[in-house]
């Protein structure tokens, strides 16, 4: 199972970025898909995550209203667009394969992006 992220960058309070997660299509047909992010002195945290058999889609009460988790299967790719990003969204975002949508747990994860939200 390969996932790799990118997309990440320095935005202003109040910006927008989104994310890609470049995997296969067999992950995307047998694997939940699911954001996470690691800030330093921080627990990790589950952001989104799209299950693979009905399309159901998580959020974290944290990003809910301001995330946006979506997938195209012909580049075999899932996104997640932030917007009305904050300060405390700082982190390291991974995509990776959450052995149950909604928990901080994974079996499979791909390197990570940066994404820094300061003025």
């Known amino acids: 199972v390969q996932l790799q992220a990118s997309g990440g960058g320095l935005v202003q309070p109040g910006g927008s970025l989104r994310l890609s997660c470049a995997t296969s299509?067999?992950?995307?047909?047998?694997?939940?898909i699911g954001w996470f992010r690691q800030a330093p002195g921080k627990e990790r945290e589950g952001v989104s995550c799209?299950?693979?058999?009905?399309?159901?889609?998580f959020y974290a009460e944290s990003v809910r209203g301001r995330f946006t988790t979506s997938r195209d299967n012909a580049k075999n790719t899932v996104y997640l667009q932030m917007n009305n990003l904050k300060p405390e969204d700082t982190a390291t975002y991974f995509c990776?394969?959450?052995?149950?949508?909604?928990?901080?747990?994974?079996?499979?994860r791909g390197q990570g992006t940066l994404v820094t939200v300061s003025s």
């Open positions: 299509r067999y992950t995307l047909d047998y694997y939940s």
């Open positions: 990776a394969t959450p052995i149950v949508c909604g928990g901080d747990e994974y079996e499979h």
């Open positions: 799209m299950g693979s058999s009905d399309g159901s889609i």
